[in-house]
């Protein structure tokens, strides 16, 4: 069954990902929704860092959209450290960024020929 999704759009006119029950349809709206919770946040990505236990550059790579996360864990405490600890959620986004890590790989082999 598919889960309801939000666009870069969405996140852009509302201020507010509505990440309950939701997961980003593309590469944009995920980045986009990572910015507005750390800028919601006021952290910086170094104090982040600290605080999640994830390294400054994992965590810039995130937020600027260079990394997807696909791990769980990794989603589960990115996610709860900004407050958002819904189980649903963090599996709808870990799967959300498996999917897109897929197809940002096979957009670079059909890039590359391969």
Do not use: Q
């Not at 201020?15 to 944009?28: C, Q, T, W």
């Not at 260079?66 to 600890?85: C, K, Q, S, Y």
């Amino acid at each position: 069954m598919s889960r309801p999704s939000f666009s870069a759009a969405d996140v852009a006119g509302r201020g507010d990902p509505s990440l309950v029950g939701h997961e980003p349809e593309d590469e944009e709206a995920m980045v986009a929704a990572l910015r507005w919770l750390r800028e919601t946040d006021g952290r910086s990505i170094r104090a982040l860092s600290s605080d999640l236990d994830i390294p400054a550059s994992t965590l810039g790579g995130f937020f600027s959209g260079r990394h997807i996360p696909t791990h769980e864990d990794t989603w589960r405490r990115l996610l709860a450290g900004f407050g958002v600890t819904d189980d649903e959620v963090v599996v709808a986004w870990a799967r959300a960024g498996r999917r897109l890590a897929t197809v940002r790989r096979r957009r670079a082999r059909s890039a590359d020929g391969t």
